[in-house]
Antibody
Framework: QVQLQQSGTELVKPASSVKISCKASGYTFTSNYMHWIRQQPGNGLEWIGWIYPGNGNTKYNQKFDGKATLTADKSSSTAYMQLSSLTSEDSAVYFC????????????WGQGVMVTVSS | DVVLTQTPPTLSATIGQSVSISCRSSQSLLDSDGDTYLNWLLQRPGQSPQLLIYSVSNLESGVPNRFSGSGSETDFTLKISGVEAEDLGVYYCMQATHAPWTFGGGTKLELK
């Protein structure tokens, strides 16, 4: 069965960076898009961008250009998102979610990673 | 960016009651390929969102058929025909026609 297992809670300092992971199993990692979505406390959902692990192509929401960097390791079927120059505004839960190729929806989601930015 | 406006923001229902949630888009969501990429998600308390309906009216596998979606262009509706206790949570519409993909503000379904 398809599973997306995300890394654990992060407490990080302002101005630092953090890299969170999403390990995929139960399907062909390189043949589906992996998206990342942010949910700030008490708020709704924002789409950050996607990566296609088959060739490493990425697309970002302009709002997150320079903030988020998406990568993927085919050998371990793991997608990563690095967030840089962290501020309190980046405190949120971050989800990875799979899009079956060319289907324009998310059929599986990770459990989410809470990132807290605090000194 | 496309703005999705959901109403009502909060919905109180009794078990067995039928309810509807509206999602209105600031632009037409009809894609040049002929499809309309408007999806509905449910986020139960403490959980990740899950897909209920994709492309306006297609029920995701495993989702009960008391959920249905309808609409076109800029106006869409999610209907629950007979609310059950497990349906409580926040419902989001989401569009994937125009980049960046965007979400509605959510509708919280509570028990009356």
């Amino acid at each position: 069965q398809v599973q997306l297992q995300q890394s654990g809670t992060e407490l990080v300092k302002p101005a630092s960076s953090v890299k969170i992971s999403c390990k995929a199993s139960g399907y062909t990692f390189t043949s589906n898009y992996m998206h990342w979505i942010r949910q700030q406390p008490g708020n709704g959902l924002e789409w950050i961008g996607w990566i296609y692990p088959g060739n490493g192509n990425t697309k970002y929401n302009q709002k997150f250009d320079g903030k988020a960097t998406l990568t993927a390791d085919k050998s371990s079927s793991t997608a990563y998102m690095q967030l840089s120059s962290l501020t309190s505004e980046d405190s949120a839960v971050y989800f990875c979610a799979r899009e079956p190729i060319y289907n324009n929806y998310f059929d599986y989601w990770g459990q989410g990673v809470m990132v807290t930015v605090s000194s | 960016d496309v703005v999705l406006t959901q109403t009502p923001p909060t919905l109180s229902a009794t078990i067995g009651q039928s309810v509807s949630i509206s999602c209105r888009s600031s632009q037409s969501l009809l894609d040049s390929d002929g499809d309309t990429y408007l999806n509905w998600l449910l986020q139960r308390p403490g959980q990740s969102p899950q897909l209920l309906i994709y492309s306006v009216s297609n029920l995701e596998s495993g989702v009960p058929n008391r959920f249905s979606g309808s609409g076109s262009e800029t106006d869409f509706t999610l209907k629950i025909s007979g609310v059950e206790a497990e349906d409580l949570g926040v419902y989001y519409c989401m569009q994937a026609t125009h980049a960046p993909w965007t979400f509605g503000g959510g509708t919280k379904l509570e028990l009356k």
